[in-house]
């Protein structure tokens, strides 16, 4: 593990946030903007006696991913929009076979191949309905290299005590800035794998504790394991019972639901005495920033919800400000994706005004400033 300051781009930080937090198979495809960080773990897993594997598409770097955590190490894989989609059922596979693993999303612009290159937020809501079924997932959403670095380690670390995949939704700006980046080994902590403590003959490999989730044994260590995506019981066995599907895919989602509490993350600046708050997420929460400035200025009291977690979404906090609040104002590079969240929490009790970005570049501070006033000015 690096120790010291780094002058890395964001790709680089979170391809060294996985090394430092154990990170020993990345899997992966290039495509931009992600290929810095495959090609730094293509530069550094080797010389730590680990495993960087070059697949022939994202579908078979999913699946290599799955494969290296049930062999007993920490996987991630890394990509882009197109590439994300063809991870799509994988995923549902890792979420049903309750495989810890972690998938980056560097987002560019698209639909389809779009703009290889160049920054969007278009894939907020695949991220959370992308893969067929009833699931819950964790996504983090990082605005700096810093914070790539950061979140990376928060993901593998829930992805561990949760058993679940977790995601990384960054974008272009984010992955190719060039920021400071501050390492130090001795303030990062990281979550152990689940092994089970009980004799090999006394193991059952999809009994949750009270948290719901159930120690994991790999393959080679002993203990007898079956792995399927079909609904199954807790032996792993396929059960294609009515009973059976209601208690898997209930725990599934309340293993995350119940522990929302301490998976959700935000930070919250000028919200004591704000009338507008501002919700943003990644590279929007950066170049929001100037508008509440601006926007203070003037005299109109904005505060900032800026999200570390996108998913699970901090409803209940947007509901508690809805009450208190005029308005909040979404700045996004996409059409309209959180917002529909922020309504949703808002349930009518204040407005909520979405600054719509197609993608390609990022919101001019005077674009959010104006939907500020516009929310400011309403008399209703």
């Given amino acids: ?83 994300f989609s063809l991870m799509m059922e994988n995923i549902g596979l890792a979420v049903m076979t309750e495989t810890p693993c972690v998938i980056v999303d560097v987002q560019r612009g698209g639909p389809s191949t779009g703009l290889p290159t160049a920054t969007s937020q278009g894939d907020m809501m695949q991220a959370r309905w ?23 380690i928060k993901a593998f670390n829930m992805a561990e005590q949760f ?31 689940r092994k089970p403590t009980v004799p090999y003959e006394e193991f059952v490999p999809y009994r949750a504790g009270e948290d719901l989730v159930p120690e994991m044994a790999c393959a080679g260590e002993g203990y007898r394991v079956h792995v399927t995506g079909l609904t199954h ?9 009515l009973e059976a599907q209601a208690a898997l895919v209930t725990r599934l989602a309340d293993k995350i639901r119940k522990n929302a509490d301490q998976i959700i993350e935000y930070e919250e600046h000028f919200i004591d005495d704000a009338e507008i708050v501002l919700v943003a997420y990644g590279i929007s929460a950066r170049a929001s920033w100037r508008s509440l400035e601006l926007a203070r200025e003037k005299g109109i009291r ?49 407005i909520v005004k979405l600054v719509p970005h197609a993608g390609g570049g990022i919101h001019q501070p005077e ?9 400011h000015q309403w008399r209703g």
């Avoid at 699931?135 to 950061?150: G, H, L, R």
């Fill in 1 to 83: 593990m690096l120790e010291g300051e780094y002058f890395f781009n964001g790709d680089v930080a979170c391809a060294e946030g996985a090394i430092a937090v154990g990170c020993r198979v990345f899997a992966g495809y290039p495509i931009t903007p992600q290929s810095e960080i495959a090609e730094r773990m293509a530069h550094r897993l080797p010389r730590l006696g680990a495993y960087f594997l070059q697949m022939e598409d994202e579908l078979a770097s999913i699946a290599a991913v799955l494969g290296a955590a049930w062999g007993g190490v920490k996987a991630m894989t890394a990509t882009s929009g197109p590439g």
């Fill in 130 to 152: 992308g893969s067929h079924g009833v699931q819950e997932v964790i996504a983090y959403a990082p605005s700096s290299p810093q914070e790539m670095f950061d979140f990376t």
């Fill in 163 to 193: 058993r679940t995949p977790v995601m990384i939704m960054t974008d272009e700006v984010v992955g190719h800035m060039m920021e400071r980046v501050v390492i130090d080994p001795e303030s990062i902590q990281i979550t152990p794998r």
């Fill in 233 to 241: 019981d807790e032996y792993g066995y396929p059960d294609m019972s």
């Fill in 302 to 350: 904005v505060g900032m919800l800026k999200l570390i977690t996108v998913w699970p979404f901090p409803e209940e906090r947007i509901a508690e400000l809805a009450g208190k609040v005029k308005g909040f104002v979404v700045p996004e590079l996409n059409l309209g994706q959180i917002v529909l969240e922020v309504e949703r929490c808002a349930a009518g009790k204040a």
């Fill in 367 to 375: 674009q959010v400033l104006d939907a500020i006033e516009e929310v």
